[in-house]
């Protein structure tokens, strides 16, 4: 995936990206990928620069989503698991499980408490 400003880019994974979204504060994206990982960039001045990445799954990450309340984040992936982080620590809050088929979408409550997701 390659994210770019006017005055600079940022290649955020070498191998297939298979989403991108804006933090709803604009200051963030979060990408995620084939290779079983996403990162998570910020945007200062509209410069680019890796804040965090994130190997906490095990297959094809196909959907990721930012709270509404702008205090998590969530990935999701073929591995049958959807993975809750905090956007301040970047620490894992909550890994669902319960799914018996990958994870294809994830989304939050309007509220920020319940995360839904789907396979």
Not at 57 to 83: L, Q, V
Request: with cysteine; net charge negative; glycine share 8%.
């Amino acid at each position: 995936a390659v994210v770019s400003t006017q005055s600079t880019g940022f290649c955020g994974h070498p191998s297939g990206c298979s989403f991108a979204k804006f933090s709803t504060a604009g200051s963030f994206i979060l990408i995620g990928s084939d290779d079983e990982s996403s990162k998570l960039l910020s945007i200062e001045h509209e410069e680019l620069k890796e804040a965090c990445s994130f190997r906490d799954h095990r297959g094809y990450i196909n959907h990721g989503e930012f709270s509404n309340d702008g205090k998590k984040f969530a990935t999701c992936s073929n591995d049958k698991t959807a993975i809750v982080y905090s956007l301040e620590t970047g620490k894992v809050l909550n890994q669902i499980t319960h799914h018996n088929f990958g994870v294809s979408w994830c989304t939050f409550s309007p509220d920020s408490t319940i995360l839904c997701t789907c396979s």
